[in-house]
């Protein structure tokens, strides 16, 4: 037996996270995924009126509160057959948009880069040289000399201060760090340019959604943006143009910078292509609708197995019996009473919490399966089944992206090197990409409609009698977020979100069958078992989420965390 290595908890995510893995000559030979944290809002809900229920559910997470939101409407709406005015998909659409562009430019620069880059390696660089090689690589025009050097300088001034701040506790000079000092110092100055422009997607959600995070429009049956074209308190022009004036310039950046930077790292650490596939069943659901039913979309889902793209089978609509019919839940080695394996209309949410045993339960997180299947479900999932479905602007921007990266490593990449660490990194870039354009496209589409008088965002609806069961579906920045409600005389009776980090951060379930991040650890390289660096780097790429609104901070600089090594 190798050696037991415990991080407690996984930090630069939402929430409480502790993996295990036993390291044998130098890889990972067997992991377990323990979520730290008991969520209760579904017991919170039951008896309460179904169309409040999108305001608890934003609780879940302290961040990606807007995804809940909309998840939860859905599901009310599919349960009572309600159809939403065009005017209302469009403005969900656009924050849909917006706040996913503000996530994933979040979690590459401000979550997982510094896994990558080496900070402190930066104040090595030439900024003629880092500039030169951003410029080779796009026409982003803060690419200048003097942007680098004011940078460094910036840097330095942390440095001699002794104030590093949030670069305080990096792996600086771990051996798989590999990047050039020119190339750590671009990606300083992008990281610092990164919190610009992420506040800029924000400020679309927070000005249709009135405020951000926990956004207040919403409403089973449409939205609450009335739409005056003559009252400044409501949608007009002025906000309208604010609001494409602040997608333009995000748009510019996804394109310029982030897509680049992430060939760029992609090329300069391409073992790591080879590394992190674990599960290769893919699932994502279609977004982005284009009419009041949920038949047609901007964007693509469906089901892809065994990473073979010729198995697509595409989702269609927001009734889709094949997604309906599919998901269920295990909870074999989940702290929760029983050891069932149900669908969601049928679950409880009961803990019984036994400590934490590998070989019986070891997770308050459940373990979500497809057809008896374990699924990875993200950017990954949605980019490979557009690619598959020949979207246009997913596979335009994937093949650039594998264009660019493989010019950089003198190599040709086909899609089949996405099935990896790096691969995740490179589909939430070129998913950010497809945003920019279709949040613009959206909001065209927005403005045309209210252009020839159509202001209608909401449409009335009664609470029939007798049971009804409902189910909405959103393909969330970080993959399949699906909530199931079921509806007794008008009160909730029974109330389930099965969420994206449920999918990739299930444990194993009555089957043996590891999930998603359990099976992508298995095979990595541990260069140093006491700064186990590769860990991070692979269970960063699906950018975990649990819980989001617990935080660990101690501003007296007390030990929060431990890395544990066990012979």
């Known amino acids: 037996m190798g050696k037991r290595i415990t991080v407690d908890p996984i930090t630069r995510i939402e929430g409480h996270l502790r993996i295990d893995v036993e390291v044998d000559g130098g890889k990972v030979s067997n992991s377990w995924s323990s979520g730290q944290m008991f969520r209760g809002i579904e017991e919170i809900l039951k008896g309460r009126d179904p169309r409040d229920a999108w305001i608890f559910t934003q609780r879940f997470c302290g961040v990606c509160t807007t995804v809940h939101a909309i998840a939860s409407v859905r599901a009310v709406e599919n349960a009572l057959g309600v159809e939403i005015p065009i005017n209302a998909q469009y403005i969900r659409n656009v924050i849909i948009a917006a706040h996913a562009m503000h996530d994933h430019i979040v979690h590459f620069y401000h979550l997982s880069a510094l896994d990558w880059v080496d900070v402190v390696s930066a104040l090595k660089a030439d900024p003629a040289k880092a500039s030169a090689l951003a410029e080779s690589l796009s026409p982003w025009p803060r690419n200048s000399k003097r942007e680098m050097e004011a940078v460094q300088a910036k840097l330095k001034s942390f440095v001699a201060g002794g104030q590093l701040g949030i670069f305080t506790n990096g792996y600086w000079g771990h051996p798989a760090m590999r990047l050039s000092p020119e190339v750590n110092l671009l990606a300083v100055a992008h990281y610092l340019q990164a919190l610009e422009y992420q506040q800029k997607a924000n400020k679309v959600v927070a000005i249709l959604g009135s405020k951000t995070p926990n956004i207040q429009n919403l409403a089973v049956g449409g939205v609450a943006n009335a739409i005056n074209l003559d009252n400044q308190a409501a949608l007009n022009m002025e906000k309208l143009y604010m609001i494409k004036d602040l997608l333009d310039e995000v748009a510019g950046f996804i394109q310029q910078v982030y897509l680049p930077d992430v060939a760029a790292v992609g090329a300069m650490y391409a073992e790591w292509l080879g590394y992190g596939a674990g599960v290769t069943n893919y699932l994502a659901v279609p977004d982005m609708p284009l009419d009041s039913k949920g038949t047609q979309f901007d964007l693509p889902g469906g089901t892809i197995m065994g990473g073979d793209l010729s198995t697509l089978k595409l989702i269609d609509s927001f009734q889709e019996p094949y997604f309906r019919d599919n998901v269920t839940e295990s909870i074999a080695h989940a702290w929760y009473d029983g050891d069932w ?42 980019v490979l089944v557009g690619y598959a479905a020949g979207h246009p602007i997913i596979k335009k921007y994937a093949d650039q992206v594998l264009t660019t990266a493989g010019a950089i490593a003198k190599a040709k990449l086909g899609p089949g090197v996405l099935h990896s ?102 095979g990595n390289p541990v260069a140093d078992a006491e700064k186990p660096l590769e860990v991070l780097r692979t269970i960063h790429s699906f950018d975990p989420c649990l819980a989001c609104a617990i935080h660990t901070v101690d501003v007296e600089g007390n030990e929060l965390s431990r890395v544990k090594t066990l012979a």
């Open 421 to 522: 660490t790096l691969g995740r990194h490179a589909a939430r870039a070129i998913r950010c990409a497809t945003f920019s354009e279709l949040a613009l496209k959206h909001w065209g589409l927005l403005a045309a409609n209210i252009g020839k008088g159509d202001h209608t965002i909401f449409t009335p609806f009664t609470f029939p009698a007798g049971e009804q069961r409902g189910f909405g579906f959103h393909e969330a920045p970080r993959g399949v977020l699906s909530h199931w409600v079921v509806i007794r005389d008008g009160k909730i009776a029974n109330y389930q979100a099965v969420v994206p980090s449920t999918w990739n951060a299930g444990p194993r379930d009555e089957k043996g069958q590891k999930g998603p991040y359990e099976a992508s650890l298995v």
């Open 341 to 382: 394996d149900k669908h969601p209309w049928d679950e409880d949410t009961v803990p019984k919490y036994t400590d934490f045993d590998a070989e019986k339960k070891y997770s308050w997180v459940k373990a979500p399966r497809f057809g008896g299947k374990p699924m990875q479900v993200g950017p990954l999932a949605q």
